[in-house]
T-cell receptor
Framework: NAGVTQTPKFQVLKTGQSMTLQCAQD?????MYWYRQDPGMGLRLIYY???????DKGEVPNGYNVSRLNKREFSLRLESAAPSQTSVYFC?????????????FGPGTRLTVL | AQSVTQPDIHITVSEGASLELRCNYS??????LFWYVQSPGQGLQLLLK??????LVQGIKGFEAEFKRSQSSFNLRKPSVHWSDAAEYFC????????????FGTGTLLAVQP
């Protein structure tokens, strides 16, 4: 039982390049989330998926797109990376009735945009 | 608007000393309350959570937190800090109904002196 996994762990991009961050969970959770973490700002929600087939914007969605590929996988795409998107990205999952809102986090992806 | 405030950005304590990390929230009703810990380079791990009942909750690693409705607070405590407790601590709140989204505070970075 790996929990929540994220790939890659580290990535360096040039401004304007695109990339997709991958996230998968093996806990059969319904809900999945993407956060970014910046110094002094805590975790801010980018997008979330309450259940398979649905996605919704969070607090800071601009510049990002997401795909809930199936119940296990939730990817985050940067179409044209900008230096302001340099951050640590965390994926999380949760399931109603399983600890009510308790979220389980992946190890993170550290992204640098030059 | 819903918000979580962690007034202390950085705290330093001596090993063996007691610890209290503050968390205040602004919410329309009593939310679900969480404390997470993040060790350097790692994802977030749940320390403890409050849903209902006893307002003093016990968590992992010897931590406890007390929910005080009158003060809209959920402070984290530990009687005797160990060097391995050095990490960043995040308070979070979640709605009792609707989505499973969480709102995070900006975090408190704990340093432990030998």
């Amino acid at each position: 039982n790996a929990g929540v996994t994220q790939t890659p762990k580290f990535q360096v991009l040039k401004t304007g390049q695109s990339m997709t961050l991958q996230c998968a969970q093996d806990m059969n959770h319904n809900s999945m989330y993407w956060y970014r973490q910046d110094p002094g700002m805590g975790l801010r929600l980018i997008y979330y998926s309450a259940s398979e087939g649905t996605t919704d914007k969070g607090e800071v969605p601009n510049g990002y797109n997401v795909s809930r590929l199936n119940k296990r996988e939730f990817s985050l795409r940067l179409e044209s990376a900008a230096p302001s998107q340099t951050s640590v990205y965390f994926c999380a999952s949760s399931s109603p009735g399983l600890g009510l809102n308790e979220q389980f986090f992946g190890p993170g992806t550290r992204l640098t945009v030059l | 608007a819903q918000s979580v405030t962690q007034p202390d950005i950085h705290i330093t304590v001596s090993e063996g000393a007691s610890l209290e990390l503050r968390c205040n929230y602004s919410y329309g009703a009593t939310p679900y309350l969480f404390w997470y810990v993040q060790s350097p380079g790692q994802g977030l791990q749940l320390l403890l959570k409050y849903f209902s009942g006893d307002t003093l909750v016990q968590g992992i690693k010897g931590f406890e937190a007390e929910f005080k409705r009158s003060q809209s607070s959920f402070n984290l405590r530990k009687p005797s800090v160990h060097w391995s407790d050095a990490a960043e601590y995040f308070c979070a709140v979640g709605a009792r109904m609707g989505t499973n989204k969480l709102i995070f505070g900006t975090g408190t970075l704990l340093a432990v002196q030998p």
